[in-house]
């Protein structure tokens, strides 16, 4: 019994050492005045400075395509404030195009760690005209969405949630992205 009890710890240790050593992927939700707001502090490595400059590199790069829009960069304050907007959400099993989320993003920094903000979370645009735009992410249903008796509610519940799993799935690779770029990205060389 002592034989086994060992090795099922000799097992299950580097699992548990592992788990102990990695950040959190997931963002949680909070909600202020009924309005979804993701948050969350990163110890990195570097000073303020490089982490403000990397990052806004970062910003640069990954929203190449103009989904984002710097608003603020304060190099003394260090804060980037940007907006964004998710890739096409879908609907339905027919994966209807069904509009996105447009949000706002906010970095802030300090020396070896950064917090990052996804807030004002608003659903934009719909192909599919009997879904209104701007809705916010933390509505447990859209108030300008059909209710009538003729309208299967309980499905569009359904989709509602699920294209907000799309965009948390969206918040969560950045948030990603943006650990890995930090943690990874050498402070600046100058001898090029």
Do not use: H
């Not at 990052?55 to 304060?74: H, I, P, R």
């Not at 209807?96 to 970095?107: H, S």
């Not at 917090?115 to 192909?127: L, P």
């Not at 770029?181 to 050498?186: F, H, I, R, T, V």
């Amino acid at each position: 019994m002592k034989t086994l009890a060992f090795v099922f710890a000799m097992v299950l240790a580097p699992f548990l050492l592992i788990g102990q050593n990695e950040k959190s992927d997931e963002l949680e939700m909070q909600l202020e005045g009924g309005l979804a707001i993701f948050q969350s502090v990163y110890e990195v490595g570097g000073d303020k400075e490089t982490l403000f400059s990397n990052a806004k590199q970062w910003l640069f790069e990954t929203y190449n395509s103009g989904k984002s829009v710097l608003q603020m960069s304060d190099k003394e304050q260090g804060v980037i404030i940007g907006d964004g907007m998710t890739n096409e959400l879908y609907f339905g099993s027919k994966k209807a195009e069904a509009g996105n989320f447009k949000y706002g993003i906010k970095l802030e920094f300090k020396p070896g760690r950064y917090r990052i903000t996804i807030d004002n979370i608003q659903y934009k645009y719909s192909r599919l005209a009997l879904l209104g735009e701007g809705a916010d992410y933390g509505a447990n249903y859209p108030d300008n969405w059909p209710s009538w008796p003729r309208i299967d509610k309980e499905y569009n519940k359904r989709q509602w949630d699920s294209m907000k799993r799309q965009a948390l799935r969206e918040f969560n690779a950045i948030a990603a992205d943006l650990y890995k770029y930090l943690a990874e990205k050498p402070e600046a060389d100058e001898d090029w």
